[in-house]
């Protein structure tokens, strides 16, 4: 299901539940304004987890399940792909006592700062990622008040 905007921003969500996908695109477009984005082209996909596995193993040379991997394929224009590993985000979901909801939201907004340039891989900068994360999903819930007692 696409979503366009001004015809400046386009989003995609492929296999996310249905219901929860306008809720979804105001959290992107959240971030968007955050950031002062306003143009690019996002993909968010939903996959099983052999599948984020495969990728993971193809791109990043690890032979594992990941819950999120973003892909920027035009970084001046912001046009990227964010895949998410749905049974993966399930399990998070429970092991952090939150709702599936809340889970995909937090790897939504963890996808979109990996398209922003940061990074996860050393600790100061996965430090500097987290914070901005947990900031925006703060931000971002003023949408939704049933997450409110998110927990991370």
């Known amino acids: ?28 477009f959240f971030s968007l304004k ?3 984005i306003n143009t690019c082209e996002l993909n968010f996909i939903l996959l099983k987890n052999r599948e984020m596995k495969n990728i993971n193993e193809k791109y990043r040379k690890k ?19 964010i895949y998410i590993a749905k049974e993966q985000s399930k399990i998070q979901a429970i092991k952090y006592n939150n709702t599936w909801e809340a889970e995909l939201i937090y790897l939504i907004i963890h996808g979109l700062l990996h398209l922003y340039g940061y990074t996860d891989y050393d600790k100061i900068n996965k430090t500097k990622m987290f914070n901005e994360q ?19």
């Open 134 to 152: 947990n900031k925006l999903f703060k931000q971002a819930m003023i949408y939704n008040t049933k997450l409110k007692n998110f927990k991370y």
């Open 63 to 81: 032979n594992t399940i990941t819950d999120v991997i973003s892909f920027l394929l035009v970084p001046k224009m912001l046009i990227g792909d």
């Open 34 to 36: 955050e950031k002062k």
């Open 1 to 28: 299901m696409y979503f366009l905007y001004k015809k400046k921003i386009r989003i995609c969500f492929i296999n996310f539940p249905k219901k929860s996908i306008v809720f979804f695109r105001k959290i992107v």
